[in-house]
């Protein structure tokens, strides 16, 4: 799904066809899921008119701030969610499919801006697309002290914790650092392969326990969680710009025949690998990212977790962390069913369950 960097991008869009133009006009076509707590009609009445005096991201959420006493226009893209402008392709999460198109008005629209300045003869239309039906549009007074925005934790670019505060909000956790990475309501905006990135430059692997991370993982966390948001904002989300030793670039080959080209500080090969923390896919480098607990320790820890729900906050704001803890208890139900010598026609039945969960 669009992370930080991507939404990033989306708000700087924004600001570049859409500040101090004047709306007059609003499509909007009925979703009673995408739209939250507002109708397409009330959201349209409600925009229609006024001006747009800046665009703004928080975490993976963005907004348009409008003159007027109304509200203002919260936005999120969930899974597929996307911006285009009239004329020119859509902002695709990583790559412009193979059938993108121009043709107006666009295929899964939610609604289309129409913006025009004083003086000018053409307008600007700007539409929200949203194939899945994952992201959300709402309407809020003060866009930075309501949920979702309230809800959620550091902003890696707009407000990263000091190192002793970080250090302090890790270590009170039991949980794996992926899947704290991903928690929301702690690192506002880093999805799975903002988290991996992190990952792999600090050395850490992702299943390590927040509560037995040393002084210098922490440190190395630390700055890459605001190293690597910085980098790929400062190429305006475009991975052709992102350096050539990110795990980005090399990440994408599972299951298919080409090889990756990524190499150890020492030239040779590395091996990626892929595990499932926290519900998600998670890429990592064997030989650089080494989980540094016994797998005594490491089993007793899953044990444990089968027994209780993680500590972590759900993924404040997300609809796809439903998609993922269904996955997570897909995954402990099939630990537990490999860890119990039961009969074979039991198994055979909580097989036929767990299939049925995950679908």
């Not at 709306?23 to 397409?40: N, Q, R």
């Not at 490491?298 to 704001?317: F, I, K, M, N």
């Amino acid at each position: 799904m669009p992370e930080l960097p991507e939404v990033e991008r989306a708000a700087k869009l924004l600001r570049e066809v859409a500040v101090d133009k004047k709306i007059i006009d609003v499509e909007a076509v009925e979703d009673t899921i995408v739209f939250s707590g507002v109708s397409h009609e009330e959201f349209s009445k409600e925009l229609l008119g006024r001006t747009v005096k800046d665009a703004q991201r928080y975490g993976k959420v963005f907004y348009l701030l409008l003159d007027g006493k109304g509200r203002h226009p919260v936005m999120h893209f969930g899974m597929t969610g996307m911006l285009q402008v009239k004329g020119q392709l859509a902002t695709y999460y990583r790559e412009t499919p193979r059938k993108a198109s121009t043709d107006w008005p666009p295929r899964f629209m939610k609604f289309i801006l129409h913006l025009k300045s004083d003086g000018d003869t053409e307008e600007t239309q700007v539409a929200f697309l949203d194939a899945r039906r994952l992201g959300r549009v709402r309407l809020c007074k003060s866009p930075l002290t309501e949920p979702p925005i309230s809800t959620l934790g550091f902003d890696p670019i707009l407000s990263m914790p000091d190192l002793d505060d970080f250090k302090k909000g890790v270590r009170k956790r039991s949980c794996p650092i992926k899947a704290l990475l991903l928690d929301q309501s702690f690192s506002a905006g880093v999805g799975n392969w903002v988290a991996d990135e992190i990952l792999y430059h600090a050395r850490v692997h992702p299943e390590e326990r927040c509560n037995v991370l040393t002084d210098a993982q922490l440190e190395a966390l630390h700055m890459q969680t605001s190293e690597v948001c910085r980098l790929a904002v400062s190429v305006n989300a475009d991975d052709s710009k992102f350096p050539q030793d990110w795990l980005f670039k090399h990440r994408w080959g599972k299951g298919k025949k080409e090889k990756h080209t990524l190499t150890l500080p020492d030239g040779k090969p590395a091996t990626i690998k892929w595990i499932t923390v926290g519900g998600r896919t998670s890429a990592y480098v064997a030989e650089l990212q080494k989980l540094q607990r016994g797998k005594a320790a490491a089993d007793a820890q899953a044990a444990e977790d089968d027994r209780d729900e993680s500590d972590l906050t759900p993924l404040s704001g997300d609809e796809d962390a439903k998609v993922d803890k269904k996955v997570q208890n897909a995954t402990r139900k099939r630990k537990r069913k490999l860890n119990t010598d039961e009969d074979a026609p039991t198994r055979t039945a909580r097989r036929k369950t767990t299939r049925t969960h995950r679908t």
